[in-house]
Nanobody, 139 residues
Framework: QVQLVESGGGSVQSGGSLRLSCVTS????????MAWFRQAPGEERERVASFDSDTDGGTTYADSVKGRLTISQDNVKNTPYLQMNRQKPEDTAVYYC???????????????????????????????WGKGTQVTVST
């Protein structure tokens, strides 16, 4: 049974740091796209960061967090992390760890109008989610 358990959330002041962890179990870790999402009250769920667990490649970040948040992993512990620095009040949300439903990269390629496009996996492609951890950033 696939399980994802987040931890490390809490309350910090603006400019502070937190590191979130996602302990995974119940499957062979490598080969799946892993991602961190967040959702603030009344807002749409937003993908914060994602990467390919077998290559450490394919790392992407939301524009709102570039330069402040870093996604990484411990291959021995099968644990992705999200290091959050210089936090802002707008980072306040519940943060979720997610795993893609199928083995593969964090991007998919499609063909349209004679051109190949490469786009990040949609949220619907992530079939396994943790219960989330709350992050609150105060001014």
């Amino acid at each position: 049974q696939v399980q994802l358990v987040e931890s490390g959330g809490g309350s910090v002041q603006s400019g502070g740091s937190l590191r979130l962890s996602c302990v995974t179990s119940g499957y062979s870790y490598s080969g799946y796209c892993m991602a961190w999402f967040r959702q603030a009250p009344g807002e749409e769920r937003e993908r914060v960061a994602s990467f390919d667990s077998d290559t450490d490649g394919g790392t992407t970040y939301a524009d709102s967090v570039k330069g402040r948040l870093t996604i990484s992993q411990d291959n021995v512990k099968n644990t992705p992390y999200l290091q959050m620095n210089r936090q802002k009040p707008e980072d306040t949300a519940v943060y979720y760890c997610a795993r893609a439903s199928s083995v593969g990269a964090c991007r998919r390629r499609y063909y349209s109008g004679g051109i190949y496009y490469t786009v990040p996996l949609e949220s619907a492609s992530f079939g396994y989610w943790g219960k989330g951890t709350q992050v609150t950033v105060s001014t």
